[in-house]
């Protein structure tokens, strides 16, 4: 078992605890004057199940603009049985999470950022939780979504704090005090006291003041990095 702080050891636009690739986007979005390949590619660390079954990961796409506002970023999360190689996609539903990879998404949905990381599994392994991180360039919109995808119902839950008043929540893990229940952590712009929610599968949302993050599964970075570029 993994407990999770809640300080992040990169940089993270949320100072989240599994922070996002943000250094990786901010150096594409440096370099793109001098080499101009319309999308770059960064694959995720990958996270194992606790039975060795699975693994997760994401492959983030990095999809330029004329302009700052006009970048696009969109990312597909994979979990591939280690037994059979098999490989599935597991899609959100946050509003910005559609049509990843969709070469003219850049006309549909410009300056959207969409960022799915896995974080942990169940203690039994039959459950992935991870980060989807959604953003506007050149805007103070952000926050996170939960993805919840159960192996045995191949079922796929994206949820947030519901009935509760935010400008920003993060995501920490499964919930300590609610077994099967996520950990999020949100508050409003600004404001010094944020607090702690714990949100079921259906959404509904409790305050959870004591709770302590947790997670399973064991993280590895092999793999992991910015994959290259395309012009197509």
């Known amino acids: 078992m993994t407990s999770f702080s809640t300080q992040s050891v990169s940089f993270d636009p949320l100072d989240s605890p599994h922070p996002i690739p943000w250094n990786w986007v901010m150096a594409t979005m440096a370099e793109k004057e001098s080499v101009n390949p319309p999308f770059r590619y960064y694959r995720s660390p990958s996270v194992v199940s606790p039975t060795g079954d699975y693994a997760a990961y994401s492959r983030i796409q990095f999809q330029s603009g004329e302009h700052l506002t006009q970048n696009r970023i969109a990312s597909i999360l994979f979990v591939e049985n280690l037994q059979t190689g098999e490989l599935q996609t597991i899609t959100p539903a946050a509003p910005f999470a559609d049509n990843p990879f969709v070469a003219?998404?850049?006309?549909?949905?410009p300056g959207t950022i969409a960022i799915a990381i896995p974080v942990a599994w169940s203690e039994s392994g039959d459950r992935l939780l991870a980060r989807e991180f959604e953003s506007l360039f050149g805007s103070g919109l952000a926050s996170d979504f939960a993805v919840v995808w159960d192996q045995r119902s191949n079922c796929t839950y994206t949820l947030a704090p519901t009935q509760v008043q935010y400008t920003h929540a993060v995501l920490l893990g499964w919930s300590g005090r609610y077994p099967n229940?996520?950990?999020?952590?949100?508050?409003?712009?600004?404001?010094?006291?944020?607090?702690?929610?714990?949100?079921?599968?259906m959404g509904q949302t409790?305050?959870?003041?004591?709770d302590q993050a947790i997670g399973f599964g064991e993280t590895t970075d092999r793999w992991a990095g910015p994959q290259g570029y395309?012009?197509?």
């Open 230 to 232: 395309s012009f197509a």
């Open 104 to 109: 003219d998404a850049l006309i549909h949905q």
């Open 181 to 201: 229940q996520v950990l999020f952590r949100a508050g409003n712009m600004g404001e010094t006291d944020w607090f702690l929610y714990a949100v079921d599968l």
């Open 206 to 210: 409790r305050l959870s003041l004591e």
